[in-house]
């Protein structure tokens, strides 16, 4: 169904799922509830939307707090991104390491986010248009981010271009981590 690549961080996946070219154009299934359950990935999706970027836009680095934390699965249907996934699981063995991921529309591959990491993106490409579903419903509340350049990311820009929300997160070293490494 899908090839499961992992990534530096445990739990965290990349999913190549099986792409269908023919003469008009593509066919790529990217979630397939049975299959996800034989590699014990999260199946029970809550909510589903996608973003348009511009080129060099940077989102991130976001992630829900408890207890409304979530699992999250991102691909890119148009465009292409680097996609950057930074563990903030206290007592991981990687805990404030990042592992960065070439995401596009032409590879049509995904990222499988397991709850206690944040993530966040750069557009590469003029457009870049990402998918979401995530594990449990939005939370204005518990939405939360540290910040984008406090952890080491090479983000591929010298021009990023940032929300004021996004620009106002603490630093990873001002962040008290409620997430347990389980
Ligand atoms: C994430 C989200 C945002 N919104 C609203 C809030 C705001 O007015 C507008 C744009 O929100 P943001 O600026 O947070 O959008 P954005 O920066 O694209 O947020 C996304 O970033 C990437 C990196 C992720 O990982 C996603 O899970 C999500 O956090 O949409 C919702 O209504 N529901 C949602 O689930």
Redesign the pocket.
Known sequence: MFDVKPSKLAGCLELQPKVFDDARGRFVKVFHEQAFAAQGLETGFA?E?Y?VSHKNVI??L?FQLPPMDHV?MVYCVAGEVMDAVVDLRAGSPTYGQFDLFELSAAKANSIYIPKGMA???CARSDQAIMV?K?GTI?SPAH?AGVLWNSVGIPWPTTEAIL?A?DQSFPSFDKFASPFRYE
Do not use: N
Request: hydrophobic content about 10%; charged content about 30%; overall charge positive.
């Open positions: 909510e939307y973003s989102r991130g976001h999250k993530h966040g993106f979401y995530v939005y939405d929300s929300r």
